[in-house]
């Protein structure tokens, strides 16, 4: 059983990343699970898809503190979901902060360093996904998800290694996407030491 | 037959297919819009599929179709039931030849919705029997079995799914095959027309059918009692099962356990079955007290005594959505067994909160803004509906004093103007909302002499439930051209003269219409006309010319736009949100904003 929790906020690709996970899955033989948010909170709200591998799954959202891997797209979902994450697992998370608008109509300003520093206090391994300079190699946002999902492979943690990752971009995607993704996820890659 | 990972909602629609539906009817709503969306998608081509303009619209051809002897689904959330039950009280007495599946998706928390009302309690009022899934595959086998009981009993069948199923995903075989039906057609009969005498004989028979299935339906794979360990049992349907059966497996207890899986009418003999083998049962439900509640009449009529631990008693939550955490503690303290132990953590930083707000770009926001610039000073109220334009509430804008159900924004505008006459009375309705319930509503107005002025905003499409064409869009579901229906010759045709048609990204001339709609005696409308960003792509973006921004932030406090980002002192704009509306060119006071060159 693999619980993988990704999050972030409504618009930066965490469904289009969980549904490659449980496709992978699928595709070695293994039962997958997803839910994901729909609806009023999807456009800037903070968004998770919980991804289940594995037949035991009987809950379609992953319990607290039974994630194995959380994959945030954004430093503060990663704080906000943390509580999902067991003692000890894996969080990689991305420097992509994103300012909601209550943010513009408060007094204070929102970063993600306060985040980051509090995730290096917690007993978790993790991995720090330097998002903010990877968009700007790739020169799109969109290839955030597979930056992320790149990082989680080479982490070890999961059940797809970047190779799996690469087959799926040159399977599934448009061939002019291609060399961006595969960037993306090399890159990704590099983030774990 | 290969393994896909399939939406639940998807696989309702498949399963639908599967079991040879003929017509699929229903009305957008969060969590039921993709199972008539999924058999639009794999429609063979010989599926009749359509949006109607409301549910109770839908019911009620879709009950034509199944009189004609065509298998039929009508889809709709569990407030569009109430829009539906008109058609639906009479439906359950007069019956059905074709087998009807009923989908109503419940929506427990709510997360997005106006309450947290039980379809299961719904199927008991209306004596039609319900399926309740616990799952996503479950869902899927449900559809076939409800049609097949439908068409046994001559009965309309509920298939009530929660959010939790509708939305998750599941690995499924779905089968290449379908059942083939021919319909028999529509066979004149007095069975069709509802009369009094008729409707006795009806009630009779319903009463006794749902007798008889009380012991049936224990037999179903859907109603199931595990035995286990101990004299305290747990009682649970729907997802909460799979909450249930999670948080047994992680505390590694095994109690007696019953499912169920069609709460109306209850199975009392599976349910039986439970009460020999325990002292005490837990009841897991979400919602209503329904499994609760059959269990305390049984235990009435059986003259048994046994405690019930639920809603009742206060042991599980009253309102609000069950999770495995929430019940894994309950159930812990319930069998007096330790509860596992979590990650400690210490107390995170403040969070941002993100709130769901209007879309940068979004013509709605253009709209209340030039509402609320042409009555500033004056005294106002301004009555919302549904759709994404109840986020018009939100800070800054602030545009939205009521919102109540479907349509009743413009209803609730006229009841305040006859208490309060000396207060301008603003509705506001989208497109979709204008021909659910809006436009009956409207002729009241007019009939009845009412004073106030109606808002249309017409983005031209269904945008909270994910773009569902309607009948101001100019197509169907199916991807025909349809008729286009004219908001404005529709309000014309029920005598309202003072109408006028304006893109509110106009300010200008929408703050003029808006001041001269409200100084208008009697029924006057605005049609703010402009699509829905999610329709084109943006030709032209805004930037921030930030030598001349002065930093005075006016643009943040009056729009509330996502696309506005506080930097340092002054403002820019994200490009990645920003729709080039313009709305913040024209609000800047030094004219720092101006469309990129």
Known sequence: ?193 | MTKQLIMGNEAIGLGAICAGVQVVTGYPGTPSTEVLESVAKHNPGDIYVEWSVNEKTALEIAAGAAYAGARVMVTMKQVGLNVASDPLMSLSYVGVKGGMVILVADDPGPISSQTEQDTRTFGAYSKLPVFDPSSPEEAFAMVGDAFALSEKYGTPVILRPTTRICHAYATIAVPETRESRVPEGFVKDSRWVIFPKLSYAAHKRIEERNRELRHTLSASAYNTYTSGKGRKGIACGGVSYAYVKEALSILGAEVPLLKVGIPHPFPEDTAMELLADTDEILVCEELDGVIEKELFALLGQKQLCRVIRGKTDGTTPSAGENTVNGLMDIIAEYLGIAKPSQPVRKAPPALPVRPPVLCAGCPHRASFYAVKQAMKGRKAVFAGDIGCYTLGNAMPLDMTDTCLCMGAGITVAQGISRVQPDTVCFSFTGDSTFYHTGLPNLANAVYNNANMVAVILDNSTTAMTGHQPNPNTGKNVMGEVAAKIDIEGALRGIGITDIAVVNPLDQDAAVKAVQHAADHEGVSAIIFRAPCIALFKPEKLCAVDTAKCIGCRKCLRELGCPGLIKDGKKVRIDTGLCYGCGLCIGICPVSAIQYEA
């Open chain 1, 1 to 193: 059983m693999l619980n993988i929790l990704l999050c972030g906020v409504g618009g930066q690709g965490t469904v289009l990343a969980s549904k490659i996970l449980a496709k992978s899955a699928i595709r070695q033989g293994k039962t997958a699970h997803t839910a994901e948010t729909i609806g009023m909170a999807q456009r800037g709200g903070s968004v998770t898809s919980h991804v289940r591998i594995g037949e035991a799954a009987y809950s379609p959202l992953i319990p607290l503190g039974r994630a194995d891997v959380l994959i945030a797209f954004e430093p503060a979902e990663a704080v906000r979901n943390l509580p999902y994450l067991k003692d000890g697992g894996t969080a990689i998370v991305s420097n992509t902060a994103v300012k909601p608008v209550t943010d513009a109509l408060s007094t204070t300003d929102y970063s993600g360093d306060a985040m980051f520093a509090y995730l290096r206090d917690e007993n978790i391994r993790l991995i720090e996904v330097d998002g903010e300079e990877l968009i700007r190699i790739c020169g799109s946002a969109k290839v955030l998800n597979m930056a992320l999902l790149g990082a989680a492979a080479a982490s070890g943690e999961m059940n797809i290694t970047t190779d799996d990752l690469c087959e799926i971009i040159r399977t599934t995607l448009p061939e002019k996407f291609h060399t961006m993704n595969l960037q993306a996820v090399e890159l990704g890659a590099r983030s774990v030491r």
